[in-house]
């Protein structure tokens, strides 16, 4: 079974800060998933990766799949960033099953 | 375009009451389908999952039930709720297994009292 591990658990930065949240899954994988929720419940896609790098505005996703990590970077933080993100992995031989990490609580002040 | 429906939003429920969520996809066909409970301050834990009508897959044993009666219809359900059942449930979808984007429902919050 893969196991998916998000550090830091909980992260708190000030606006403008540079930010990174890390993934690591212990068994290959064929898609890797960032998710974004936010305090009302509400989750939201953020990227899905096989391998490279994505960039979508502020937010930059890389996968190395030799090492089996993933970074989620935000630029310029801003407090609406404020939200729990979440990586989860599609693996090779999970099926239809999808397996997340606990999630990493971000908080971002002004 | 794609859409993704859940209801309710939010629930109630004394213990040893029933249960029924319902979820709905719109704008595609033949969806992965999964039920994921949220406790408070967990991550995401997968209930069911299915990849077709009347084919359920269950992930952990307890006393929730999924059905899926039709193509874009999931429905999770419980005969007698226990209080450990309190928790946020999320409805998603993916077009394929683990290699399509995930679409979330807004989620039903349940407290069983």
């Known amino acids: 079974k893969n196991e998916v591990e998000q550090s830091p658990q909980n992260l708190t930065a000030q606006e403008g800060e540079f930010i990174t949240i890390n993934c690591s899954y212990s068994?290959?994988?064929?898609?890797l998933h960032w998710l974004q929720q936010h305090p009302g419940g509400g989750i939201v896609s953020l990227f899905m990766?096989?391998?490279g790098k994505k960039k979508h505005g502020r937010l930059i996703a890389t996968i190395n799949i030799q090492e089996k990590h993933s970074s989620l970077h935000i630029t310029a933080s801003h407090p609406r960033d404020s939200a729990v993100y979440i990586c989860?992995?599609?693996?090779?031989?999970?099926?239809?099953?999808?397996?997340f990490g606990e999630g990493t609580q971000l908080t971002v002040n002004p | 375009s794609q859409t993704i429906h859940q209801w309710p939003a939010t629930l109630v429920q004394p213990v040893g009451s029933p249960l029924s969520l319902e979820c709905t996809v719109e704008?595609?066909?033949?969806?992965?389908l999964y039920w994921y409970r949220q406790a408070a301050g967990r991550g995401l834990q997968l209930l069911f999952y299915?990849?077709?009508?009347?084919?359920i897959s269950s992930e952990v044993p307890q006393n929730l039930s999924a059905s899926r009666p039709q193509d874009r219809q999931f429905i999770l359900s419980s005969k007698k709720l226990l209080l450990s059942d309190s928790g946020f449930y999320l409805c998603?979808?993916?077009?394929?297994?683990?290699?399509?984007?995930?679409?979330f429902g807004e989620g039903s919050r349940l407290t069983v009292l």
């Open positions: 989860a992995e599609g693996g090779e031989t999970s099926g239809s099953r999808l397996t």
């Open positions: 299915s990849v077709g009508i009347g084919q």
């Open positions: 990766l096989s391998s």
């Open positions: 068994v290959g994988i064929s898609a």
């Open positions: 998603a979808w993916t077009r394929l297994a683990g290699t399509g984007e995930l679409f």
């Open positions: 704008g595609t066909s033949n969806p992965n």
